[in-house]
């Protein structure tokens, strides 16, 4: 199966830890988009890539988050000083170019500040 | 802002019956939508999507339709099964952003035996 994964599935940390998740598209898709998600809403929008340039940002995401996309291939989302209100599912997503809106997400890493 | 919005949280339906999951949306320049089907423990899944240059696309069992004066979508199963049984999101984009896509709170969807 060629879908987007996602590791870790779950992460519990303390505090004021920094995190890091990472993501794999799927191979041939070039767009990558980072979503979180908490309970009972919808998937937020964080950020997106276009091969490895970070095109554009939320204001959802604080100076504490950055994501990577080295190579254009995997990317890694990066918590730093975790608060309990980052508690949520990070979903990654990706898609091909040429005007194509669907996005396919991956599973999910749930992450737990306590 | 919620842009796009669904306002029945759980729909309860018959198996082999119809389901019908509504969809607002209140940014005129959405022109792209999509719902996704979502079990627990997994990621959306895409389902089906809609130009706004149409108003009905069909694949199988589910239905979209796209009423664009009233600014409202809604996605029809029939019939219904009880697989369908997930949380259903409604989400949209604009041709000019269509990296940033807005999604619904969610409708969870229970098909009964």
């Known amino acids: 199966d060629t879908g987007v994964s996602q590791n870790p599935r779950h992460k519990i940390t303390k505090r004021g830890q920094n995190v890091t998740f990472r993501c794999d598209p799927i191979?041939?898709?070039?767009?990558l988009y980072w979503y979180r998600q908490t309970l009972g809403q919808g998937p937020e929008f964080l950020t997106y890539?276009?091969?490895?340039?970070?095109?554009?940002k939320s204001r959802l995401l604080s100076d504490r988050f950055s994501a990577e996309r080295p190579k254009g291939s995997f990317s890694t989302l990066e918590i730093q000083r975790t608060e309990q209100g980052d508690s949520a599912m990070y979903l990654c997503?990706?898609?091909?170019?040429?005007?194509?809106?669907?996005?396919?997400f991956g599973p999910g890493t749930r992450l737990t500040v306590t | 802002d919620q842009q796009v919005k669904q306002n029945s949280p759980s729909l309860s339906v018959q198996e082999g019956r119809i389901s019908i999951l509504n969809c607002d949306y209140t940014?005129?320049?959405?022109?792209?939508f999509l719902w996704y089907k979502k079990y627990p423990a997994e990621g959306p899944t895409f389902l089906i999507s809609?130009?706004?240059?149409?108003d009905k696309n069909e694949d199988g069992r589910f239905t979209v339709f796209l009423n664009k004066s009233a600014k409202h979508l809604s996605l029809h199963i029939v019939p219904s099964q009880p697989g369908d049984s997930a949380v259903y999101f409604c989400?949209?984009?604009?041709?000019?952003?269509?990296?940033?896509?807005?999604f619904g709170a969610g409708t969870r969807l229970t098909v009964k035996p």
């Open positions: 191979s041939e898709h070039n767009r």
């Open positions: 809609i130009s706004s240059i149409k």
């Open positions: 997503a990706s898609s091909s170019a040429g005007g194509s809106y669907e996005q396919y």
């Open positions: 890539f276009q091969n490895e340039a970070q095109l554009e």
């Open positions: 940014n005129s320049m959405f022109d792209y």
């Open positions: 989400a949209a984009s604009a041709a000019n952003n269509n990296n940033d896509m807005r």
